[in-house]
């Protein structure tokens, strides 16, 4: 947030509710599900999509374990993979805002949409973060095109909008 020029302030969502009745803070950035879920826009006329995050889940198993498995086996777990993902993940990021937008919308609050313009300056903004990163680290460079690189795949194998599966 600070690269995006603002003050964070981390607070539970009890007091997130409270801190923007209140003027105390005048914005939250979090998943639209969050907002619906503690009705946040009772609170806060506007809401905005900004695609700047995505839910990251895992299904660890051992290397050696791994390549016990047959190949038969290896597809079957892969599979499973995918599936849970989806099902835990991109289900959950997309539909789960529909309520949300729904109600917003209902309510008659503003939803403001960012342009090509402004994404990509706030898509600026928070790239130095990852720069900054990627300089503490080892073969740094390697990791951050790397890290891009997936998450363009991923992005595009996974929409979170579900007008787009």
Do not use: C
Request: no cysteine; hydrophobic share 40%.
């Amino acid at each position: 947030m600070k690269a995006l020029g603002a003050v964070p302030a981390t607070l539970t969502m009890g007091e997130t509710y409270d801190a923007l009745r209140s003027g105390i803070v005048d914005a939250f950035v979090g998943l639209l599900e969050a907002g619906h879920s503690n009705k946040l826009y009772e609170v806060a006329p506007y809401f905005t999509h900004y695609p700047y995050a995505n839910i990251g889940q895992m299904v660890i198993i051992n290397n050696d374990s791994y390549a016990s498995l047959t190949d038969a086996q290896r597809a079957i777990f892969d599979e499973a993979v995918e599936r849970i993902y989806f099902e835990s993940v991109v289900s959950f990021m997309g539909w789960s805002g529909i309520p949300a937008v729904e109600d917003y919308q209902a309510d008659g609050y503003e939803e403001i949409t960012m342009t090509d313009a402004e994404i990509a300056k706030f898509g600026a903004a928070l790239s130095t973060l990852l720069d900054d990163y990627a300089a503490t680290i080892d073969n740094g460079q390697e990791v951050k095109e790397l890290l891009l690189k997936l998450a363009a795949e991923n992005n595009a194998k996974y929409p979170t909008d579900p007008a787009e599966k």
